[in-house]
RNA sequence: GCCGGGGUGGCGGAAUGGUAGACGCAGCGGUCUCAAAAACCGCCGGGGGCAACCCCGUGAGGGUUCGACUCCCUCUCCCGGCACCA
């Protein structure tokens, strides 16, 4: 970098500082993280620091981060991040003067335990309280974050399922539950049903297995009820873009037409198509009706339906890749509404049963896959849209319509209406809106969840549990493996599953299914508040004052399941009157994940980083510190331990610079003054928008040099609390040592106790601005901070340096940008 | 394939359209030491020059602008999500 005479200037000053810097005093004694994070996290718990008023009507910050899954491997490095991170902003909210309540808890019921239960030959019962012991007293606690432990949440323990259960009973009376038949995806490995967001690729998302489909009687929650609504209501909330997209994309409203196709040579009379394109009605030439459509053998001639059957059986599992090859042609006949031509019928996996109508128009000219069908099948291409070469593939743009009888020439978007139109006239079809998202399917075939508390009974068929019976608790049994007849093993357990009907007395059997783990995690941000209070799953009073979350952290990867879930049931508690806000989020951020050789950290992988080790080595706080100055806090990356000692450095300097930092009297220094307000502004506003990385860069800055002006004999006093203060929301326990040995009584965690910020204290004095000749920076020039345009151009135009490279040409222009820059064009 | 996000020194990463590389790691040189470690200080994108300085440089190419890592277009590679959704 070109450096002219302040770099001289500056070196000169290095030079005396080297000079003047001593070792620390010999009164100072090391800095033993071990002991310093003991000593304070034994008196925070001993006093009761972190414990919640939650009855004060003080100003409430429910603040949040994902619990965990509590698995034999333990926490890795990567849960780190979300749980120190939210802890800073938990503490510089703390600071700011909120009443935060900052729970934990364990999401411990689920067909991971069990599996790993299973692996292990140990019941999940004793393999999740060992999990969660190790979990909570050997991890979490380890990391000094301020946990109100009061009130955490377990959702395997039956006094929280008894209201997972309670729960669901809500939804079956308010008709938001439903017991049917329905295609399932089944993993053969799991031995149970999944829900579709958990199946990736045609692979269960647990085991990797290929999922099979199944037609079973299940249980299935309403969700698509909402799907508008949490769509419109996405527009309200203050999370993460990349959330929210995803949102949007799996509920993927679509919009459209359903159209009436009337058959002939079989037993149904018609068949409704829904298409997102009516405006290339008149292209369409054949219909599909999906492979998995349950009444299939009504689109077949009587005679030919063995002849459907045994193609049906022999179709390709749901895993297989799009295969256009496979299809049959059912032999009747549909005949198109506007044009009475004479379509044949198929059917083909490649429509899908749990879309739409589960029928489609096929438009060979402007669908890719109806386009792939055709060609596969002979089947004739007619374009009615031009734009493309439909000899070559589909064409799916807009352009000018052809072979559309009447609409010849007029734009597609436009002969969309008028076909729309056409087909309500005729009562032909009407204007509709589909959605990609599926019912929510929560029946598992598994033992390690809550049963579902409904029972069977010959008579007054599926009744609820009555609330006062529960909660339903899960039997005790020896053998809980998977069965793989598409029960669960709690079938086996006679005794528990004959029982009287609440209704009618009779004999009678419980629903043997539990339901989905993402059902237990889709409430707990609601018990967390109310866990003391006996008799409710949520203290009405409580709910309204805390909820909704103020700020929750967590993976993206639970972007669509855990967050969609959430807010379904959220908002269906709201519309039945149990709780005040529609939402339960209202700042959602996701961290970036952390990785190891660019991999997701797992065991199977073998490439868990433990943060145990590191705690011990290091101490809390350096890893803490040094996990969010990795790199951006939602960015994440691969996680090296190269640069910690930087930390280790830093932490040692803040250690030695506080302490020696005396200066009381005397210390009214406007420079100083200028820059310890800058400081505040700028970690403030950093802590704000989660730039962790950022504002410990700012405050290594401040640290170095205020151990320089300690060394030295005039370090500032309260530039030392300023930067504890600062500081403590990231390292709480060094910062609560250092607070206390520099004579202080009260917390540095004090509530309301973040430095007083006044920005135009803040403000430069003077700035330095470039110099350019043709944009390139040529000298800087330093001027008093808001100098005016006028000033700055006679300033730069009377450098040496720029009379010279001008050489007494007259520049053609000159821009200046007050307190930034002056760009001299010649 | 579609939808997002990204590509900056040896490395992690900073930069409201205005001095590219803050902060840190590694490396090199130094102070201290009998020595080493620790700690502290300095240097640290590439090239040229004795020096003053100059040229090049933010994945590639083009554009807008007095001025582009930042905005626009085309391409490319990486990461994430969705994926037979009509």
């Given at each position: 970098m070109p450096l002219g005479l302040p770099v001289a200037r500056l070196r000169y000053a290095c030079d005396e500082m080297t000079a003047t810097t001593s070792p620390s005093p010999p009164s100072l004694d090391a800095y033993d993280a071990g002991v310093v994070e003991a000593k304070w996290r034994r008196i925070w718990a001993e006093r009761g620091d972190?414990?919640?008023?939650?009855?004060?009507?003080?100003?409430?910050f429910y603040n949040l981060a994902m619990f965990p899954y509590p698995?034999?491997?333990?926490?890795?490095?990567?849960?780190m991040v979300p749980y120190s991170g939210i802890d800073i902003y938990g503490r510089w909210r703390r600071l700011h003067g909120d009443n935060v309540f900052q729970p934990m808890g364990f999401?411990?019921?689920?067909?991971h335990s069990e599996n790993y239960a299973l692996k292990i030959g140990e019941h999940p019962a004793v393999v999740m309280r060992r999990a969660v012991a190790n979990f909570r007293d050997?991890?979490?606690?380890?990391?000094?974050?301020?946990?109100?432990?009061?009130h955490q949440v377990n959702t395997a323990e039956p006094d929280y399922y008894r209201w997972t259960q309670w729960l669901f009973l809500r939804f079956f009376k308010a008709g938001l539950v439903e017991w049917r038949d329905g295609a399932v995806l089944w993993c053969p490995s799991c031995l149970t049903v999944l829900a579709n967001e958990q199946v990736e690729q045609g692979r269960?998302?647990?085991?990797d297995s290929i999922v099979e489909n199944r037609w079973l009687r299940q249980w299935w929650f309403k969700i698509t009820n909402y799907a508008q609504e949490m769509l419109d209501a996405l527009d309200t909330l203050d999370w993460s873009e990349s959330t929210k997209l995803m949102q949007r994309n799996w509920i993927g409203r679509r919009e459209g037409a359903r159209i009436v196709f009337d058959l002939e040579?079989?037993?149904?009379?018609d068949v409704v198509v829904f298409t997102t394109?009516?405006?290339?009605?008149?292209?369409?030439t054949f219909v599909v009706v999906a492979a998995?459509?349950?009444?299939?053998?009504?689109?077949?001639p009587i005679d030919r339906r063995g002849e459907l059957n045994a193609w049906r059986n022999r179709l390709p599992g749901?895993?297989?890749?799009?295969?256009?090859s496979v299809g049959i042609n059912l032999g009747s006949t549909a005949i198109h509404?506007?044009?009475g031509a004479r379509l044949p019928v198929w059917a083909a996996?490649?429509?899908?049963?749990?879309?739409?109508?589960?029928?489609i128009m096929a438009v060979p000219a402007h669908d890719d896959r109806d386009h792939a069908f055709a060609t596969e099948h002979g089947l004739p291409v007619v374009e009615?849209?031009?734009?493309?070469?439909v000899s070559r593939g589909a064409y799916s743009g807009h352009g000018e319509m052809v072979?559309?009888?009447?609409?010849?020439?007029?734009p597609s978007e436009e002969g969309r209406k008028r076909i729309v139109e056409m087909l309500e006239r005729s009562h032909r079809g009407e204007a509709t809106i589909t959605y990609r998202m599926r019912d929510w399917l929560?029946?598992?075939?598994?033992?390690?969840g809550p049963p579902i508390p409904i029972i069977h009974c010959p008579?007054?068929?599926?009744v609820p549990v009555p609330?006062?019976?529960?909660?339903v608790l899960l039997p005790e049994v020896r053998d809980f493996r998977?069965?793989?007849?598409?029960?669960?093993?709690?079938?086996?357990?006679e005794e528990w599953v004959n029982v009287t009907c609440?209704?009618?007395?009779?004999p009678a059997r419980r629903e043997t299914d539990v339901s989905d783990t993402f059902l237990d995690s889709s409430w707990y941000y609601l018990r967390y508040p109310s866990?003391?209070?006996?008799?409710?799953?949520?203290?009405a009073d409580r709910t309204d004052r805390w909820l909704p979350v103020n700020m929750y952290i967590g993976?993206?990867?639970?972007?669509?399941?855990h967050l969609l879930y959430s807010r379904f049931v959220m908002r269906a508690l709201h519309e039945m009157g149990l709780?005040?806000?529609?939402?339960?989020?209202?700042k959602f951020r996701a961290h970036g994940m952390i990785v190891k050789d660019g991999a997701k950290m797992s065991k199977s992988r073998g490439n868990v980083i433990n943060p145990d080790e590191y705690i011990e080595k290091y101490g809390a706080d350096t890893f803490r510190l040094y996990l969010m100055f990795l790199g951006p806090y939602t960015a994440g990356g691969d996680f090296r331990d190269e640069g910690i000692t930087g930390v280790t450095r830093f932490l040692q300097r803040v250690w030695r610079g506080t302490q020696n930092a005396?200066?009381?009297?005397?210390?009214?220094?406007a420079e100083r003054e200028r820059r310890r307000h800058r400081l505040i502004g700028a970690v403030d506003e950093d802590i704000a928008e989660l730039r962790y990385n950022t504002a410990i860069a700012l405050l290594m800055e401040f640290s170095r040099e205020l151990d320089h002006e300690a060394a030295a004999g005039n370090g500032r006093r309260i530039d030392a609390e300023t930067l504890l203060l600062c500081l403590a929301p990231f390292a709480p326990h060094i910062t609560e040592e250092l607070w206390q040995r520099t004579?202080?009584?009260?917390?540095?965690?004090?509530?309301?106790?973040w430095p007083r910020h006044d920005p135009e204290l803040a403000a430069r004095l003077e700035v330095e601005i470039a110099v350019q000749v043709n944009g390139k920076l040529r000298a800087t020039l330093t001027v008093p901070?808001?100098?005016r345009e006028e000033d700055l151009r006679q300033r730069a135009l009377e450098l040496p340096r720029i009379v010279e490279l001008l050489a007494g040409r007259e520049p053609r222009k000159v821009v200046a940008v007050v307190d930034r820059v002056v760009n001299i064009v010649i």
């Amino acid at each position: 970098m070109p450096l002219g005479l302040p770099v001289a200037r500056l070196r000169y000053a290095c030079d005396e500082m080297t000079a003047t810097t001593s070792p620390s005093p010999p009164s100072l004694d090391a800095y033993d993280a071990g002991v310093v994070e003991a000593k304070w996290r034994r008196i925070w718990a001993e006093r009761g620091d972190y414990r919640t008023d939650l009855g004060s009507s003080d100003r409430h910050f429910y603040n949040l981060a994902m619990f965990p899954y509590p698995s034999a491997e333990g926490l890795h490095v990567g849960h780190m991040v979300p749980y120190s991170g939210i802890d800073i902003y938990g503490r510089w909210r703390r600071l700011h003067g909120d009443n935060v309540f900052q729970p934990m808890g364990f999401d411990a019921f689920g067909i991971h335990s069990e599996n790993y239960a299973l692996k292990i030959g140990e019941h999940p019962a004793v393999v999740m309280r060992r999990a969660v012991a190790n979990f909570r007293d050997n991890q979490l606690k380890m990391i000094g974050a301020m946990f109100d432990w009061d009130h955490q949440v377990n959702t395997a323990e039956p006094d929280y399922y008894r209201w997972t259960q309670w729960l669901f009973l809500r939804f079956f009376k308010a008709g938001l539950v439903e017991w049917r038949d329905g295609a399932v995806l089944w993993c053969p490995s799991c031995l149970t049903v999944l829900a579709n967001e958990q199946v990736e690729q045609g692979r269960c998302e647990r085991c990797d297995s290929i999922v099979e489909n199944r037609w079973l009687r299940q249980w299935w929650f309403k969700i698509t009820n909402y799907a508008q609504e949490m769509l419109d209501a996405l527009d309200t909330l203050d999370w993460s873009e990349s959330t929210k997209l995803m949102q949007r994309n799996w509920i993927g409203r679509r919009e459209g037409a359903r159209i009436v196709f009337d058959l002939e040579g079989c037993e149904r009379r018609d068949v409704v198509v829904f298409t997102t394109r009516p405006d290339t009605l008149f292209g369409a030439t054949f219909v599909v009706v999906a492979a998995d459509h349950p009444q299939l053998e009504e689109f077949v001639p009587i005679d030919r339906r063995g002849e459907l059957n045994a193609w049906r059986n022999r179709l390709p599992g749901p895993e297989a890749e799009p295969d256009f090859s496979v299809g049959i042609n059912l032999g009747s006949t549909a005949i198109h509404p506007v044009t009475g031509a004479r379509l044949p019928v198929w059917a083909a996996p490649y429509v899908l049963y749990g879309y739409g109508t589960g029928s489609i128009m096929a438009v060979p000219a402007h669908d890719d896959r109806d386009h792939a069908f055709a060609t596969e099948h002979g089947l004739p291409v007619v374009e009615v849209i031009s734009g493309g070469d439909v000899s070559r593939g589909a064409y799916s743009g807009h352009g000018e319509m052809v072979n559309s009888g009447d609409l010849d020439g007029m734009p597609s978007e436009e002969g969309r209406k008028r076909i729309v139109e056409m087909l309500e006239r005729s009562h032909r079809g009407e204007a509709t809106i589909t959605y990609r998202m599926r019912d929510w399917l929560i029946s598992r075939q598994r033992y390690w969840g809550p049963p579902i508390p409904i029972i069977h009974c010959p008579k007054d068929g599926q009744v609820p549990v009555p609330d006062d019976q529960l909660p339903v608790l899960l039997p005790e049994v020896r053998d809980f493996r998977p069965t793989g007849t598409g029960v669960s093993p709690l079938a086996t357990v006679e005794e528990w599953v004959n029982v009287t009907c609440p209704v009618c007395g009779g004999p009678a059997r419980r629903e043997t299914d539990v339901s989905d783990t993402f059902l237990d995690s889709s409430w707990y941000y609601l018990r967390y508040p109310s866990t003391d209070v006996d008799g409710v799953a949520f203290d009405a009073d409580r709910t309204d004052r805390w909820l909704p979350v103020n700020m929750y952290i967590g993976g993206n990867e639970h972007a669509v399941r855990h967050l969609l879930y959430s807010r379904f049931v959220m908002r269906a508690l709201h519309e039945m009157g149990l709780v005040g806000a529609p939402e339960p989020f209202t700042k959602f951020r996701a961290h970036g994940m952390i990785v190891k050789d660019g991999a997701k950290m797992s065991k199977s992988r073998g490439n868990v980083i433990n943060p145990d080790e590191y705690i011990e080595k290091y101490g809390a706080d350096t890893f803490r510190l040094y996990l969010m100055f990795l790199g951006p806090y939602t960015a994440g990356g691969d996680f090296r331990d190269e640069g910690i000692t930087g930390v280790t450095r830093f932490l040692q300097r803040v250690w030695r610079g506080t302490q020696n930092a005396t200066v009381v009297e005397g210390g009214e220094d406007a420079e100083r003054e200028r820059r310890r307000h800058r400081l505040i502004g700028a970690v403030d506003e950093d802590i704000a928008e989660l730039r962790y990385n950022t504002a410990i860069a700012l405050l290594m800055e401040f640290s170095r040099e205020l151990d320089h002006e300690a060394a030295a004999g005039n370090g500032r006093r309260i530039d030392a609390e300023t930067l504890l203060l600062c500081l403590a929301p990231f390292a709480p326990h060094i910062t609560e040592e250092l607070w206390q040995r520099t004579g202080h009584e009260d917390s540095v965690h004090a509530r309301g106790g973040w430095p007083r910020h006044d920005p135009e204290l803040a403000a430069r004095l003077e700035v330095e601005i470039a110099v350019q000749v043709n944009g390139k920076l040529r000298a800087t020039l330093t001027v008093p901070a808001g100098a005016r345009e006028e000033d700055l151009r006679q300033r730069a135009l009377e450098l040496p340096r720029i009379v010279e490279l001008l050489a007494g040409r007259e520049p053609r222009k000159v821009v200046a940008v007050v307190d930034r820059v002056v760009n001299i064009v010649i």
